[in-house]
């Protein structure tokens, strides 16, 4: 009777280790589907036009039309944002905290790694030019 015991607790506790190896990644990959992403990977393909791409920077064209929004992402690294048109943005952080910034075109902004959502809550298309920086 021991002998069956501990067979069965062998073959449970493979069989566990077995869903382990099965599970564990689908469960990481669900956590890290939480995570905002990367700003081209929430952007449509139509609105985010890669001009520059290497390892020190990342140069990027973006259009958010009237009403559109870009969805929550986050930016890895320290940016600058050159705005081509004017506009009126609403920028909502995680948290849910949102603050509507009147644009000027030609306005430049440096920012440290965020995590934001953008609102084109203007009357017009808004253009601007987002410089990366990866060191």
Do not use: Y
């Amino acid at each position: 009777m021991k002998r069956a015991g501990l067979l069965t607790t062998g073959v449970a506790s493979f069989i566990l280790s077995i869903f382990s190896i099965f599970l564990t990644p689908s469960l990481r990959g669900q956590q890290q589907q939480q995570q905002p992403q990367d700003m081209l990977e929430v952007c449509p393909k139509q609105n985010c036009t890669i001009l520059l791409d290497n390892d020190r920077v990342r140069v990027t064209r973006v259009l958010i039309r009237k009403g559109a929004t870009l969805p929550m992402h986050r930016h890895v690294f320290p940016f600058l944002w050159h705005s081509l048109t004017a506009g009126r943005v609403r920028t909502t952080s995680p948290d849910g905290k949102s603050e509507v910034n009147n644009i000027t075109s030609g306005q430049t902004v440096w920012s440290e790694p965020v995590t934001h959502s953008m609102e084109n809550v203007g009357t017009t298309d808004w253009r601007s030019v987002v410089v990366e920086l990866k060191r």
